[in-house]
């Protein structure tokens, strides 16, 4: 394989939470006066760490959002994911051939890390990353599109950026990836391919296409 370690999202590429944490996530802000629909969150915020989404709508409405917004919303998420979040299908058979061939992966989510673990927990993936190879948008001072976050789990993992390979599904995680010199490879599940703008490395659709684009 031409790389060093590999790098995954979290949210939509080895857990499948983007459905629910983005329809909570309408139905909250709309609730808190910034009506907001299933399909314009999956536009606007997925793979965003939450204070862009503060960003975005004080800029958009110039109000603030309630103050113990972020507390609600995730005890709101965690809630579903304890009750419904299942691993991204194929992602576990990815994550064991990486293992046999001697690859190196890891983790790195615009996601706290209490929903990292949450989210990891309920699906079985925590054992097979562990603390030392988890990494959050929390970590860094920004967030995805800014390279912070991936350029942080390099420099941990001990590789150069040009040596790795990230596995993401959101536009705002492709571009951070480019920012930060490393191969990017977009998985469509829930984007159209368009939206990636011609950034990734290479786009799949299914799980059990993504190693045979790693080697």
């Known amino acids: ?18 459905p629910l944490s983005n329809a909570i996530l309408a139905g909250y802000l709309t609730e808190s006066g910034h009506p907001t629909t299933y399909e314009e969150s999956i536009r606007d915020y997925m793979g965003s760490a939450m204070h862009r989404i503060h960003d ?24 579903a994911f304890r009750r419904e979040l299942q691993a991204v299908a194929g992602v576990e058979e990815v994550l064991e051939k990486l293992t046999a061939d001697g690859v190196p992966y890891c983790l790195a989510s615009s996601g706290s890390h209490d929903r990292i673990r949450v989210a990891l927990h309920k699906t079985g993936l925590y054992d097979r990353f562990g603390e030392e190879r ?44 480019v920012a930060a010199g490393m ?24 799980m059990g296409e993504l190693p045979q684009l790693l080697l």
């Open 1 to 18: 394989m031409r790389y060093d370690v590999v790098i995954f999202d979290n949210d939509g590429v080895l857990v499948d939470s983007e």
């Open 56 to 79: 975005l709508v004080r800029e958009r409405s110039g109000k603030q959002l309630p103050a113990d917004f972020d507390d609600v919303f995730h005890a709101r998420v965690f809630d």
């Open 134 to 177: 988890i990494f959050s948008s929390q970590d860094v001072g920004r967030g995805k599109p800014a390279p912070d976050l991936f350029l942080h789990a390099a420099r941990t993992m001990g590789v150069r950026p040009e040596r790795c390979a990230v596995v993401e599904d959101s536009p705002l995680g492709v571009q951070a990836a």
């Open 183 to 206: 191969d990017v490879y977009g998985f469509t599940a829930m984007t159209p391919p368009a939206r990636f703008e011609g950034r990734a490395t290479a786009l799949f659709s299914g």
